[in-house]
């Protein structure tokens, strides 16, 4: 456990038993000096096709961008990629043929714009940056997200690209519901960006998980579960199975625990352990990923098999994640 950590775990102890439990709270927030604010571009993103997109988020803020258009421009290079299985066009449907699309956003300010069960648009982490920036709200779902899109200028098109569709014919053959950890269904692209000015912002895009009942809205658009950012310690995404995130909040958990003092690594750690603690966890793959301020990033998932990319210095690796279970 880090010195910051005992601190602030000491502090509750003793602040608690004295009855101050305010005071306590007060002092939890690390001291600004034990985290100090990068300034070094870097992107850091779920997956193999991380490396592209962090390539895409790298170019787009080497030329002014910030840590959101990073983050946005980023992905999209995902979503337009026909043969990604998961995000975007091409991706896998649900039991009934549908491409059915979740993705969200959070920038350096705290603002959040998402939306979920999106259908023929190709880019729903671009309609999730307009709803963050041109409505009132947070969130838009279905028929209304797409309206929206539709208003704002995006084209609608066919997703359900032929090998995709060939997929699905012959998963209907069985129709059985079981999703393969690392395989098909584990390719969400979550991304974290830092810009020249030290700030953080997110991404977050997915078509689920293959063959999810029609309706059905995973983690990736919900804030706090799939991607969240603060930007006085850090933020954090998820990929895998989006009903263990749901029931534990996990990306803002994992913040929350770096608020608290935590490394990104513990942090992701103890945010993997919550979800081993509480529920069945065996048969379900959950992989975290997450950086603060400082630029120190950390990951961990339930199985082997997770990867992701970190790229900064002109260095893109992509790099195996530690896990709770070997193998
Ligand atoms: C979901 N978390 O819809 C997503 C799936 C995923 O890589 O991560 N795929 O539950």
């Known amino acids: 456990m880090s010195t910051r950590r005992k601190f602030i775990k000491n502090s509750f102890a003793t602040a608690a038993g004295v009855g101050l439990v305010g005071a306590a709270c007060a002092e939890a927030k690390p001291e600004p000096e034990t985290l100090v604010r990068s300034k070094k571009l870097k992107a850091l993103s779920t997956w193999i096709h991380g490396m592209e997109a962090n390539e895409e988020a790298m170019r787009v803020m080497d030329e002014g961008g ?36 979740d993705a969200c956003i959070m920038d350096h300010k705290g603002n959040a714009g998402s939306v979920c069960f999106l259908q023929n648009i190709k880019h729903p982490i671009a309609v999730a940056r307009k709803v963050m920036e041109e409505t009132p709200h947070v969130m838009l779902a279905g028929e209304g997200a797409k309206r929206f899109a539709l208003a704002q200028g995006f084209a ?119 979800i081993v603690d509480k529920l069945d966890y065996k048969a379900f793959q959950v992989g975290y990923l997450a950086m603060d301020i400082a630029g120190n990033t950390g990951a961990y998932a339930i199985h082997p098999g997770f990867n992701y990319a970190e790229m900064a210095n002109g260095k893109n690796e992509l790099i195996d994640a530690k896990s709770y279970l070997n193998g």
């Not at 980023?74 to 995000?87: H, L, M, Q, R, T």
């Not at 649900?94 to 491409?99: A, I, K, L, T, W």
């Not at 999703?179 to 979550?190: A, F, K, Q, S």
């Open 156 to 274: 609608e098109e066919n997703l359900l690209t032929e090998s995709s569709k060939k997929a699905w014919e012959n998963w209907l053959e069985k129709s059985e519901y079981n999703p393969i950890i690392n395989v098909e269904n584990h390719d969400t692209i979550g991304m974290i960006c830092q810009d020249a000015q030290g700030n953080l912002s997110g991404s977050c895009t997915t078509s689920g998980l293959a063959y999810k009942m029609h309706g059905r809205i995973g983690d990736s658009p919900i804030i706090g579960a799939g991607l969240f950012v603060d930007n006085d310690y850090g933020a954090a995404t998820a990929t895998g199975m989006g009903e263990l995130m749901l029931k534990t909040l996990g990306s803002f958990l994992v913040v929350e625990l770096m608020r608290q003092g935590a490394t990104p690594q513990e942090a992701c750690e103890d945010a993997v352990q919550r």
């Open 66 to 101: 910030s840590a959101l258009d990073g983050a946005e421009k980023g992905v999209k290079v995902v979503e337009a990629d026909p043969n990604g299985s998961s995000v975007g066009i091409g991706g896998l449907p649900d039991r009934d043929g549908n491409v059915t699309l």
